[in-house]
Protein backbone atom coordinates (compact mmCIF):
# COMPACT_ATOMS: atom_id res chain seq x y z
CA UNK A 1 0.00 0.00 0.00
CA UNK A 2 1.62 3.05 -1.36
CA UNK A 3 2.55 5.88 1.42
CA UNK A 4 1.44 9.55 0.84
CA UNK A 5 5.29 11.02 1.99
CA UNK A 6 4.04 14.99 1.65
CA UNK A 7 2.21 14.28 4.52
CA UNK A 8 5.46 12.86 6.75
CA UNK A 9 7.85 15.16 4.44
CA UNK A 10 5.78 18.13 3.25
CA UNK A 11 5.18 19.42 -0.34
CA UNK A 12 8.00 18.65 -2.87
CA UNK A 13 8.66 22.45 -3.74
CA UNK A 14 11.23 24.91 -3.04
CA UNK A 15 10.43 27.27 -0.35
CA UNK A 16 10.28 30.77 -1.34
CA UNK A 17 13.91 32.81 -1.37
CA UNK A 18 12.97 35.13 1.93
CA UNK A 19 16.43 37.26 0.47
CA UNK A 20 16.54 40.44 -1.14
CA UNK A 21 14.41 41.53 -3.94
CA UNK A 22 15.92 41.42 -7.56
CA UNK A 23 16.59 44.95 -8.11
CA UNK A 24 18.49 45.30 -4.67
CA UNK A 25 20.80 42.06 -5.55
CA UNK A 26 21.73 44.24 -8.89
CA UNK A 27 22.07 46.79 -7.08
CA UNK A 28 24.80 45.18 -4.66
CA UNK A 29 26.70 44.18 -7.54
CA UNK A 30 27.83 47.86 -7.86
CA UNK A 31 29.57 47.87 -4.78
CA UNK A 32 32.30 45.59 -6.09
CA UNK A 33 34.96 47.51 -8.22
CA UNK A 34 35.25 44.70 -11.14
CA UNK A 35 31.55 45.53 -12.21
CA UNK A 36 32.93 49.05 -13.79
CA UNK A 37 36.16 47.65 -15.29
CA UNK A 38 33.89 45.07 -17.54
CA UNK A 39 31.89 48.02 -18.07
CA UNK A 40 34.26 50.34 -19.29
CA UNK A 41 35.86 47.05 -21.66
CA UNK A 42 32.49 46.86 -22.75
CA UNK A 43 32.16 50.02 -23.67
CA UNK A 44 35.93 50.64 -24.85
CA UNK A 45 35.24 47.00 -27.19
CA UNK A 46 31.82 48.39 -28.89
CA UNK A 47 33.53 51.44 -29.95
CA UNK A 48 36.88 50.30 -30.91
CA UNK A 49 35.98 47.22 -33.12
CA UNK A 50 38.61 44.24 -33.34
CA UNK A 51 37.03 42.25 -36.23
CA UNK A 52 38.61 39.11 -37.82
CA UNK A 53 37.95 36.75 -40.96
CA UNK A 54 34.23 36.34 -41.87
CA UNK A 55 32.99 39.21 -39.25
CA UNK A 56 29.61 40.54 -40.13
CA UNK A 57 30.16 44.56 -39.90
CA UNK A 58 27.19 45.94 -37.92
CA UNK A 59 28.51 49.48 -37.90
CA UNK A 60 29.88 52.20 -40.46
CA UNK A 61 33.70 52.14 -39.63
CA UNK A 62 36.70 54.21 -40.43
CA UNK A 63 39.34 51.67 -40.53
CA UNK A 64 42.61 52.61 -38.36
CA UNK A 65 44.71 49.63 -39.05
CA UNK A 66 44.31 46.31 -41.22
CA UNK A 67 46.87 43.62 -43.02
CA UNK A 68 45.41 42.02 -46.23
CA UNK A 69 41.99 43.36 -45.45
CA UNK A 70 39.17 42.34 -48.03
CA UNK A 71 35.75 43.09 -47.66
CA UNK A 72 32.86 41.47 -49.33
CA UNK A 73 30.50 45.08 -49.97
CA UNK A 74 28.07 42.92 -52.22
CA UNK A 75 24.95 44.37 -50.62
CA UNK A 76 25.97 47.96 -50.46
CA UNK A 77 28.20 48.24 -53.42
CA UNK A 78 27.10 45.75 -55.79
CA UNK A 79 30.86 44.09 -56.12
CA UNK A 80 30.29 40.62 -57.22
CA UNK A 81 34.23 39.65 -55.68
CA UNK A 82 35.88 40.44 -52.46
CA UNK A 83 37.12 44.47 -52.53
CA UNK A 84 41.28 45.22 -50.74
CA UNK A 85 40.38 47.82 -48.27
CA UNK A 86 43.40 50.13 -46.78
CA UNK A 87 42.83 53.07 -44.07
CA UNK A 88 44.11 55.39 -46.04
CA UNK A 89 41.51 58.21 -45.88
CA UNK A 90 40.37 59.35 -49.12
CA UNK A 91 38.22 61.92 -50.24
CA UNK A 92 34.73 62.27 -48.71
CA UNK A 93 33.18 63.36 -51.95
CA UNK A 94 34.41 59.64 -53.54
CA UNK A 95 31.24 57.04 -54.29
CA UNK A 96 30.50 54.53 -51.14
CA UNK A 97 32.33 52.13 -53.37
CA UNK A 98 35.79 54.11 -53.37
CA UNK A 99 35.61 55.02 -49.86
CA UNK A 100 38.34 52.44 -49.32
CA UNK A 101 39.10 53.34 -45.33
CA UNK A 102 35.27 52.94 -44.44
CA UNK A 103 34.16 49.91 -43.96
CA UNK A 104 29.96 49.66 -43.96
CA UNK A 105 27.00 48.04 -42.17
CA UNK A 106 25.37 44.76 -43.96
CA UNK A 107 29.35 44.04 -45.56
CA UNK A 108 31.71 41.27 -44.11
CA UNK A 109 35.44 40.87 -43.79
CA UNK A 110 36.22 38.78 -46.05
CA UNK A 111 40.07 38.24 -45.32
CA UNK A 112 42.36 40.02 -43.12
CA UNK A 113 42.34 41.32 -39.52
CA UNK A 114 40.95 45.06 -38.97
CA UNK A 115 41.19 47.45 -36.33
CA UNK A 116 38.22 50.19 -36.75
CA UNK A 117 36.26 53.02 -34.82
CA UNK A 118 32.52 53.31 -35.05
CA UNK A 119 31.44 56.53 -37.20
CA UNK A 120 27.67 55.42 -37.20
CA UNK A 121 25.17 52.69 -36.35
CA UNK A 122 21.71 51.94 -36.91
CA UNK A 123 19.11 54.66 -39.34
CA UNK A 124 22.65 56.62 -39.31
CA UNK A 125 24.23 54.14 -41.70
CA UNK A 126 24.95 54.51 -45.19
CA UNK A 127 22.30 51.20 -45.00
CA UNK A 128 20.02 52.54 -42.81
CA UNK A 129 20.21 55.80 -44.92
CA UNK A 130 19.52 53.60 -48.17
CA UNK A 131 16.69 51.86 -46.28
CA UNK A 132 14.79 55.72 -45.14
CA UNK A 133 15.35 56.49 -49.39
CA UNK A 134 12.83 52.97 -50.08
CA UNK A 135 10.61 53.88 -47.60
CA UNK A 136 7.12 55.34 -48.94
CA UNK A 137 6.31 58.96 -48.36
Known amino acids: MPRDVSIIHGPNEL ?10 TLLNQFRNPLIYILIIAALVTSLLGHYADTGAISA ?4 LSTTNLQFDESL ?3 ESVPV ?11 PLAE ?3 MA ?8 GPVV ?12 GSIA ?6
Open 132 to 137: EQMRPA
Open 76 to 78: LAG
Open 104 to 111: YNGSSVAS
Open 84 to 94: DQDPKPVDGDQ
Open 60 to 63: DLRL
Open 116 to 127: AVVVATGERTEL
Open 99 to 101: RSS
Open 15 to 24: GEDEGSSWWR
